[in-house]
């Protein structure tokens, strides 16, 4: 049977109307949405790349920002321990106040890096956690790599701040227990820790 292209052409059209009908009906959009994201892992596109937006359980998948300057030092040990704790739970990402500190917090584990103050201060509002030295509050500090624009837009953030209480060279901390850094590097992990598994979304 011979059919005109006109035919196929109608036959086209009348599926494309068809199918805009039901995806306008109440909850079919939505659920469509539900199961791709589902077939896809539960991954959406953000500024950060593909992340999962949801946990084993229906939770929200955490966004940690660990911050540090110099070379990083800190900020290294802090990525590799919370890697290795939260493993899927949260996703970290790396702010450093040079690239040096961003280069090296990336090659422990961090998803994504990003070096600056302008850096700092647009990703600092997506995060649910921020992790660093106390100096990162304290404009001037870390030898003068916090600015104090860094400084405000970290201690005005909505997360919820872990500090590590670290001497700089113009300010001292007193009151607190003298201990290792390592230890203040491990209590402040299992802090975080303790946030995201308490965290429900």
């Given at each position: 049977?011979?059919?005109s292209?006109?035919?196929i052409?109608?036959?086209?059209?009348?599926?494309?109307?068809?199918?805009?009908v039901v995806d306008?009906?109440?909850?079919?959009?939505?659920?469509?949405e539900?199961?791709?994201?589902?077939e896809?892992g539960?991954?959406c596109p953000?500024i950060?790349?593909?992340r999962?937006?949801?946990?084993?359980?229906g939770?929200?998948?955490?966004?940690?920002?660990?911050?540090d300057?110099?070379?990083?030092?800190?900020?290294v040990q802090l990525?590799?321990?919370l890697?290795?704790q939260?493993?899927?739970?949260?996703?970290i990402i790396?702010?450093?106040?040079?690239?040096?500190?961003?280069?090296?917090?990336?090659?422990?584990g961090?998803?994504?890096?990003?070096?600056?103050?302008?850096?700092v201060?647009?990703?600092?509002?997506?995060?649910?956690?921020?992790?660093?030295?106390i100096?990162?509050?304290?404009?001037n500090?870390?030898m003068g790599?916090i600015?104090?624009?860094?400084?405000?837009?970290v201690a005005?953030?909505?997360a919820?701040k872990?500090?590590?209480p670290?001497?700089?060279?113009h300010?001292?901390i007193?009151?607190?227990?003298a201990?290792?850094?390592?230890?203040s590097?491990?209590?402040?992990v299992?802090?975080?820790?303790e946030l995201?598994?308490?965290?429900?979304?």
């Amino acid at each position: 049977m011979k059919v005109s292209c006109e035919a196929i052409f109608m036959v086209f059209f009348i599926l494309s109307i068809a199918s805009s009908v039901v995806d306008s009906l109440p909850g079919v959009a939505v659920s469509r949405e539900v199961k791709g994201l589902q077939e896809f892992g539960c991954c959406c596109p953000n500024i950060y790349g593909n992340r999962p937006v949801l946990a084993e359980g229906g939770n929200k998948v955490m966004l940690i920002a660990v911050i540090d300057g110099m070379g990083g030092g800190l900020g290294v040990q802090l990525v590799t321990q919370l890697s290795a704790q939260l493993g899927q739970k949260a996703d970290i990402i790396a702010l450093g106040t040079n690239a040096l500190a961003t280069n090296n917090m990336v090659r422990a584990g961090a998803m994504r890096g990003a070096t600056g103050e302008n850096a700092v201060i647009v990703s600092i509002r997506k995060v649910d956690i921020v992790v660093g030295p106390i100096g990162i509050i304290i404009p001037n500090s870390l030898m003068g790599e916090i600015t104090p624009k860094i400084a405000e837009a970290v201690a005005s953030a909505d997360a919820h701040k872990v500090l590590i209480p670290v001497n700089q060279q113009h300010f001292d901390i007193v009151g607190l227990e003298a201990r290792p850094l390592v230890v203040s590097i491990k209590e402040a992990v299992t802090k975080v820790n303790e946030l995201v598994q308490g965290k429900s979304w």
